[in-house]
C-alpha cells in the first residue's frame, strides 16, 4: 500500500478553463475528504465520501465545483470556469471506520490560476 | 461552530531542547477528537497524536506528549529533546464525534529547530 495518491502534484491553468484532480485513497478506506489549503492556512473542509455517497459538502464548495467517487474508488475534483481565487492546495484524505480513526492524506495537488 | 485557533504563527527550538505549541478550541460539544498534525515542507500532513475528549489521561508518544486541558479548551503539544527532522508546520485539529469524520484545522504553527 503506497498511501493517498494525488495526480497532478501541479497544475497552472488560465482563468476560465476546467481543471480535475484525481485522488486515490488507501485501499479499503470507506471515508474520503477533500480539503483545501490557502497560503498561511489550515486546510478547510470541502467535501465528504462515505464509500460512494457524497454525504456533506462545505459552503465553500461552490457551483463551479463537483467531486464524485464512483464505486467508492478514487476521488475526482473538477473546478469549472476557474478564478484567481481558486489558486490553493487541494488535499485529498481518506480512513476507514469509526469517525476519531487517523486520517491519511495525500501531498495534494497545488493548483495556479493565471 | 467550532473553531480552532493557533496563537504561535512561528516557533523556534534548539536541537534536544523542548517545545510547547499552543492550541484552543471553542465547542459546545461533549464528544470530540483532538489532534496535532505535521506538514513537513512539500511532504504530506502525518498525525502526531490523537486525544479523545472523554478520555482525562493525556495522550504520549515517543517524545511528543499533550496537555489537554478539557474545561479551559486547551490542547498543547510538547516536542521532547527536539530534532532536525521536527522541523515542520504544526496543525492543530478537531473532530466532531457525532459528525462525518471531517477535521477542523487551525492556521498552524511554524516551527524551526537549531542545530
Known amino acids: 500500500d503506497t498511501g493517498v495518491s494525488q495526480d497532478p502534484r501541479h497544475k497552472i491553468t488560465k482563468r476560465g478553463q476546467n481543471v480535475t484532480f484525481r485522488c486515490d485513497p488507501i485501499?479499503?478506506?470507506?471515508?474520503l475528504y477533500w480539503y483545501r489549503q490557502t497560503l498561511g492556512q489550515g486546510p478547510e473542509f470541502l467535501t465528504y465520501f462515505q464509500n460512494e455517497a457524497q454525504l456533506e459538502k462545505s459552503r465553500l464548495l461552490s457551483d463551479r465545483f463537483s467531486a464524485e467517487r464512483p464505486k467508492g474508488s478514487f476521488s475526482t475534483l473538477e473546478i469549472q470556469r476557474t478564478e484567481q481565487g481558486d489558486s490553493a492546495m487541494y488535499l485529498c484524505?481518506?480512513?476507514?471506520?469509526?469517525?476519531?480513526?487517523?486520517?491519511?492524506f495525500g501531498q495534494g495537488t497545488r493548483l495556479t490560476v493565471v | 461552530a467550532q473553531t480552532v485557533t493557533q496563537s504561535q504563527p512561528e516557533m523556534s527550538v534548539q536541537e534536544a531542547e523542548t517545545v510547547t505549541l499552543s492550541c484552543t478550541y471553542d465547542?459546545?460539544?461533549?464528544?470530540?477528537?483532538l489532534f496535532w498534525y505535521k506538514q513537513p515542507p512539500s511532504r504530506q500532513m502525518i498525525l502526531v497524536i490523537r486525544?479523545?475528549?472523554?478520555?482525562?489521561q493525556n495522550a504520549t508518544e515517543n517524545r511528543f506528549s499533550v496537555n489537554f486541558q478539557k474545561a479551559a479548551k486547551s490542547f498543547s503539544l510538547k516536542i521532547s529533546d527536539s530534532q532536525l527532522g521536527d522541523a515542520a508546520m504544526y496543525f492543530c485539529a478537531y473532530r466532531s464525534g457525532g459528525s462525518q469524520g471531517n477535521l477542523i484545522f487551525g492556521k498552524g504553527t511554524k516551527l524551526s529547530v537549531k542545530p
Open positions: 486525544q479523545e475528549a472523554y478520555k482525562q
Open positions: 485501499s479499503e478506506h470507506n471515508r
Open positions: 484524505a481518506s480512513s476507514f471506520g469509526q469517525v476519531g480513526t487517523e486520517a491519511f
Open positions: 465547542t459546545s460539544e461533549s464528544d470530540y477528537y
